[in-house]
């Protein structure tokens, strides 16, 4: 994950908004993912933006990209205690678009 | 249906045996990858599939060895492993090798070397 960063750790209070956020390193990349994975279980495909695209949003989620920045955000509404889990922010580079690089993961707790 | 299912979902091996991962998907999906998962570490790429052939091997040691037996199934073999290989084994796929659709993932194999 050295080409995709994100913050290590995230706490947010039931009701209130998250917002994960993410750089990448690849101003080729086609595709940008955001996957969730709780704990003992695989990896859940959230959401994915095309990079021509700013702004995609599907229900409580929203997918802001800035490609100037190389900057991905991913706001949760209303978070709830089951969207507690560790989100992955991938992208699809160009030049391998087999492969998806994946930052470290940013590890969401919410609190009552 | 958009799962990908994997069994087992744990497994426990000495050093010395031999076992198998299996990845089964009915979507249609012709890629199909497996993916090595270390404790709070983002997955690492191991192997792609397309259209059962073998097209990526990201110098993964040969005591793992893939094998595609059909567009649904796929298998991880397993031998003379290492303590280090402890880990989750994630299977994925997607419409094809160049993911430019969703790339769905199962919820892994928790495999411990002893």
């Known amino acids: 994950g050295e080409d995709v960063e994100q913050s290590l750790f995230l706490s947010v209070r039931e009701g209130d908004s998250s917002v994960i956020n993410c750089t990448y390193t690849d101003s080729s990349s086609t595709y940008l993912y955001w996957y969730k994975q709780e704990p003992g279980a695989g990896l859940q495909l959230l959401t994915y933006?095309?990079?021509?695209?700013d702004m995609k949003q599907d229900q409580r989620l929203t997918v802001l990209l800035n490609k100037k920045d190389k900057h991905l955000s991913l706001r949760i509404a209303d978070t709830q205690t089951g969207d507690s889990a560790i989100y992955f922010c991938?992208?699809?580079?160009?030049?391998?678009?087999?492969?998806?690089?994946f930052g470290a993961g940013t590890t969401v707790t919410v609190r009552a | 249906d958009t799962e990908v299912t994997q069994t087992p979902k744990h497994l426990v091996m000495g050093m010395t045996n031999k076992k198998s991962l299996k990845c089964e998907q009915h979507?249609?999906?012709?890629?199909m990858y497996w993916y090595k998962q270390k404790a709070k570490k983002p997955p690492e790429l191991m192997f792609v599939?397309?259209?059962?052939?073998?097209?990526i091997n990201e110098s993964v040691p040969s005591r793992f060895s893939p094998e595609c037996p059909n567009s649904s199934l796929l298998n991880l073999h397993l031998h003379a492993l290492q303590p280090e290989d402890s880990a989750l084994y994630l299977c994925?796929?997607?419409?094809?090798?160049?993911?430019?659709?969703?790339?769905?993932f199962g919820q892994g194999t928790r495999l411990t070397v002893v």
């Open positions: 599939y397309s259209y059962e052939k073998l097209s």
């Open positions: 994925a796929s997607s419409q094809d090798e160049r993911m430019n659709t969703e790339a769905f």
């Open positions: 991938a992208e699809r580079p160009r030049s391998n678009d087999y492969k998806l690089s």
């Open positions: 979507m249609g999906h012709r890629a």
């Open positions: 933006i095309f990079s021509n695209m």
